[in-house]
């Protein structure tokens, strides 16, 4: 596609839900990256994918969080059995792989309430 | 590990007023730099870039640096505009192609 897409755009779900990110990459862009920007923060690294396997997930906050691509495509980030401290903005990217710039999506912005 | 630090903000500055944004890096290897910008309600958008020691990235008015020996990568523009608030992040790509992000800076320019 032209750009990083992704869904939903806005979720608001209850303490305790399952809820399920996607994001679908610009097309043939190998790596793809997933981030969360709390309210008036940083950028939090979360998980980053090259191809279908993710050498590095040091920034998962905890194992309610997961992640997985399939077909070096679409990629679910899922967290489990919400709480509010969950909320943010869920950012992902996607580069062409090494030596290439990322690009972002416009974010999933989640609110537990 | 890698870092990025960068100053906090916000800033403020009248139009036309010169502008930089501090970034200092720690990084083993030879990183890529990079300046994302966020304009309110919207994503994060590739600014400027730099691979190598003494690049000069520059993109819309705004310049930086890549400086080896001082491990910075400031932000730098001439004449600010109103357009121009945003937040501004300053990041790092290792050899990896991991991305680490400073933590942002705020900049607002009034008229």
């Known amino acids: 596609g032209a750009g990083v897409s992704q869904s939903p755009s806005n979720k608001v779900t209850e303490k305790g839900k399952d809820v399920e990110l996607r994001c679908d990459p610009i097309?043939?862009?190998?790596?793809l990256y997933w981030y969360r920007q709390s309210l008036g923060q940083g950028l939090e690294f979360l998980i980053y994918?090259?191809?279908?396997?993710?050498?590095?997930k040091s920034g998962l906050p905890s194992d309610r969080f997961s992640a997985e691509r399939t077909g070096g495509s679409v990629s679910t980030l899922t967290i489990q059995r919400t709480q509010q401290e969950d909320s943010a903005v869920y950012l992902c990217?996607?580069?062409?792989?090494?030596?290439?710039?990322?690009?972002f999506g416009e974010g999933s912005w989640l609110t537990v309430v | 590990g890698d870092s990025v630090t960068q100053m906090e903000g916000p800033v403020t500055l009248s139009e036309e007023a010169f502008l930089t944004i501090n970034c200092t890096y720690t990084?083993?290897?030879?990183?890529?730099l990079f300046w994302y910008v966020q304009y309110p309600g919207e994503g994060l958008q590739l600014l400027l870039k730099a691979t190598k020691a003494d690049d000069k990235g520059s993109n819309k008015g705004f310049e930086a640096t890549y400086r080896k020996e001082t491990t910075s990568f400031h932000l730098e523009k001439g004449s600010v505009q109103v357009s121009d608030s945003a937040v501004y992040f300053c990041?790092?790509?290792?050899?990896?192609?991991?991305?680490?992000f400073g933590s942002g800076t705020k900049l607002n320019v009034k008229p």
């Open positions: 990084a083993t290897g030879y990183p890529s």
């Open positions: 097309s043939g862009h190998t790596a």
């Open positions: 990041a790092l790509k290792d050899n990896f192609n991991k991305f680490y």
């Open positions: 994918f090259q191809g279908n396997s993710a050498p590095d």
């Open positions: 990217a996607s580069s062409l792989g090494a030596g290439n710039t990322i690009y």
